[in-house]
């Protein structure tokens, strides 16, 4: 027996009442609200409903405690949860649980009113059922129509996953392609970014890769209208211009309400046109994606801009010291080359880049009257001298960005028995980058001139090193450096920067 009535919990209410409206426009029905989920299980127990919408962040009782109680008195009731973008997966697990379906904020009339419909319509048909002793044969149909959308969400989960775990744009759009065609079942999609007026295809399944204009064209129309756009069967293909025989849909990528990226889609694998569900599910991927993407491009813009205040800070450490000029560019190049004979990973070789090229940013926190003194220092400037490995590390903590750089700095004066600064560790329990960094530190120190002596020659310098093994340096460091262009002999300090074309800091190679 139908009651035409749907009874909306939510606490804020502005959203009760504009989904209150939008209920009651469904012919013949009306809505009841209640503002918090004590209340809602309430009236469920005491009123008849055909649908229940509830929204799930609420204080005292959250939607997933009103589908639980509800489920407990009426197991039948639809329980529909409307919840924000942000708590999309928290709305997945509540689907896992019993919900019905759910809706996301801001709201669109259309998705909530093809709810409805849908569920009104599996209401009808298992009330039809349940009269003709058909219950079990349509709860199977429903509970398989169930299981494909749950995988589908599921899907859609697992996608989501994979691209937050991208943080390089360029590497999305291969993968955001593939997903795409895979999560709506299509022959053909393409992703591009708009750049300089034409609408470049970066990556296609099914469709050729080139760069379309944009102006005058379907693309000019998308992008103004910021929203999707699902082409006619009578249109043409906006990507070959032939007369479409099958549906086609385009999403703009927004990223600061601009449009920056576009995905099409078409052709579906079933011959079938894209449905509500097809749209919202890709929404969700589009959406998702778009704001993945805007963070990696704020990450890049955060991390360029710390990267460039450190090496400001690196400059201006050197600046003090006419003798260490380039010292710093000089160790990382060295350790870069003990790094690709060791086959370290490009995750080590970054860090010892920029690590390489910081590792004495402490010294911006040692006097003048220490760091720049020309003769022999006492034990209590030593002392001075030995905190800039813990300075160093000081400052790069509170950045967050450069864990592996840090090790670098810290432990760059680490020996290797164990008689080094400033945490004395020995052997294994020193980074091998940083054991690393310092054959490289000490090999450019001791062929460098000093204002209190001439600088050794190559191979003064590596007698000295080899003579230091297992006491402060990692024969397999050593062994290392002895095979690379500079340890070897086969190129000479001056050369190095300009071969590996490293940009001189100080605009000397
Ligand atoms: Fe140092």
Redesign the pocket.
């Known amino acids: 027996m139908n009651c035409n009535k749907f009874l909306v919990i939510d606490d804020d209410p502005i959203t009760r009442q504009l989904l209150s409206e939008i209920l009651c426009s469904v012919d013949g029905f009306e809505t009841d609200v209640a503002c918090n989920g004590i209340l809602g299980v309430e009236k469920a127990r005491e009123n008849k409903y055909e649908i229940i919408f509830t929204d799930l962040s609420m204080p005292e009782m959250n939607g997933l405690g009103v589908l639980k109680e509800v489920q407990s008195f009426n197991p039948h009731l639809p329980v529909v949860v409307v919840t924000g973008l942000s708590t999309i997966d928290v709305a997945i697990n509540v689907m896992k649980e019993g919900a019905n379906d759910f809706i996301t904020k801001p709201f669109k009339v259309n998705t909530i009113t093809s709810t409805v419909e849908r569920i009104l319509g599996e209401k009808k048909l298992l009330d039809q059922m349940r009269v003709r002793a058909n219950y079990q044969e349509t709860v199977e149909r429903l509970n398989s129509e169930l299981f494909k959308k749950l995988q589908k969400i599921n899907l859609l989960q697992a996608i989501n996953t994979e691209i937050n775990a991208i943080y390089e744009n360029s590497a999305i759009y291969q993968p955001i392609v593939e997903m795409a065609s895979k999560l709506l079942l299509v022959r053909e999609a393409s992703f591009g970014i708009v750049e300089d007026g034409y609408f470049k295809i970066k990556k296609a399944v099914g469709v050729k890769e080139k760069d379309l204009p944009i102006k005058g064209t379907f693309f000019e129309t998308l992008i103004k209208s910021k929203s999707y756009y699902m082409a006619n069967p009578m249109e043409v293909n906006p990507l070959t211009n032939i007369p479409l025989e099958y549906s086609f849909v385009a999403f703009p990528f927004l990223v600061k309400d601009e449009v920056f990226a576009l995905l099409t889609l078409s052709n579906k694998v079933d011959g079938s046109s894209f449905t509500d569900d097809d749209i919202s599910l890709a929404l969700t991927l589009v959406n998702n994606t778009a704001l993945r993407m805007e963070n990696n491009v704020l990450y890049e813009i955060v991390y360029n801009s710390l990267v460039n205040s450190l090496r400001a800070l690196v400059i201006s450490i050197e600046a003090r010291d006419p003798y260490t000029r380039d010292h710093s560019e000089r160790v990382m190049a060295y350790a870069l080359q003990i790094a690709e004979v060791l086959n370290l990973s490009d995750e080590e070789k970054d860090a010892i880049k920029f690590g390489g090229y910081l590792?004495?940013i402490g010294?911006i926190g040692i006097r003048d009257g220490v760091l720049l003194k020309p003769g022999r220092l006492t034990e209590a400037e030593m002392d001075d001298i030995r905190q800039?490995?813990v300075i160093g590390d000081n400052i790069l903590k509170p950045l967050m960005f450069f864990p592996k750089e840090r090790e670098l700095v810290r432990y760059?004066?680490e020996h290797y028995d164990g008689s080094g600064y400033p945490d004395g560790l020995a052997g294994e329990q020193i980074p091998l980058i940083a054991r690393i960094l310092a054959v490289a530190?000490a090999y450019d120190a001791m062929t460098s001139t000093r204002p209190y002596r001439l600088a050794m020659s190559h191979e003064q310098a590596l007698a000295e090193v080899m003579r230091n093994v297992n006491r402060q340096f990692d024969q397999k460091v050593v062994d290392a450096f002895l095979q690379t262009p500079v340890g070897s002999g086969v190129e000479s300090k001056e050369d190095l920067l300009t071969s590996l074309g490293v940009e001189s800091i100080n605009g000397k190679a």
Do not use: M
Request: aromatic share 0%; glycine share 0%; proline share 12%.
């Open positions: 590792h004495d010294k800039h490995p760059h004066h530190d």
